[in-house]
Antibody, heavy 119, light 106 residues
Framework: EALLLESGGGLVPPGGSLRVSCEAS????????MSWVRQAPGKGLEWVSG????????YYADSLKGRFNISRDNSRNMVFLEMNSLRVEDTAVYYC????????????WGQGTLVIVSS | DIQMTQSPSTLSASVGDRVTITCRAS??????LAWYQQKPGKAPKLLIH???ILEGGVPSRFGGSGSGTEFTLTITSLQPEDFAIYYC????????FGQGTKVEIK
């Protein structure tokens, strides 16, 4: 069974940085693209970023304007999201999700990690 | 970005009801559409991709249809465990989600 487990969320002040991680198990990690999707409290879903299986290609939502960086370590079955210049509006649960065929639909999802940007 | 609009935003229904949720795209997306179910405090779960392909393990009472700009998710006989929020998502271009439809108990 494919499983994803996020970690690294927490409280960070506006303007700060944070890296969240996602550890995968139960499948051949390097064969799958991965994405991060976030959900602000009480709101809907927003795709944030994606990365190809090899890590060569990365993609970002236009709204992030270069503040976030996605990476992966296939030797450790992990994907990361480094978030810089954080804003209050970045407060959300951040989910990592597997992309089954590289087409940008997602299954499964991890349980999420909460990032709170507040002073 | 392609905008996805779901209707209704909230749907009140009873166990056993047939339920239909509509998702409209701001431009054509062929059949590049997925549906997810999310329960409180949980991660979204994929139900359907490519507009009508049921994910393994998802009950057959869930069905998807549509192409182009208009899509529907149908639950043929609503079960207690189906009360949740449902999201559509297009993947014709950079992924975007609908705002969600909450299916609540009538």
């Amino acid at each position: 069974e494919a499983l994803l487990l996020e970690s690294g969320g927490g409280l960070v002040p506006p303007g700060g940085s944070l890296r969240v991680s996602c550890e995968a198990s139960g499948f051949t990690f390097k064969n799958f693209a991965m994405s991060w999707v976030r959900q602000a409290p009480g709101k809907g879903l927003e795709w944030v970023s994606g990365i190809s299986g090899s890590g060569t290609n990365t993609y970002y939502a236009d709204s992030l304007k270069g503040r976030f960086n996605i990476s992966r370590d296939n030797s450790r079955n992990m994907v990361f999201l480094e978030m810089n210049s954080l804003r209050v509006e970045d407060t959300a649960v951040y989910y990592c999700a597997r992309d089954p065929d590289g087409a940008n639909w997602f299954a499964p999802w991890g349980q999420g990690t909460l990032v709170i940007v507040s002073s | 970005d392609i905008q996805m609009t779901q209707s209704p935003s909230t749907l009140s229904a009873s166990v056993g009801d047939r339920v239909t949720i509509t998702c409209r795209a701001s431009q054509t997306i062929s059949r590049w559409l997925a549906w997810y179910q999310q329960k409180p405090g949980k991660a979204p779960k994929l139900l359907i991709h490519q507009a009508s392909i049921l994910e393994g393990g998802v009950p057959s009472r869930f069905g998807g249809s549509g192409s182009g700009t208009e899509f529907t998710l149908t639950i043929t006989s609503l079960q207690p465990e189906d009360f949740a929020i449902y999201y559509c998502q297009q993947y014709h271009t950079s992924p975007t989600f609908g705002q969600g439809t909450k299916v609540e108990i009538k």
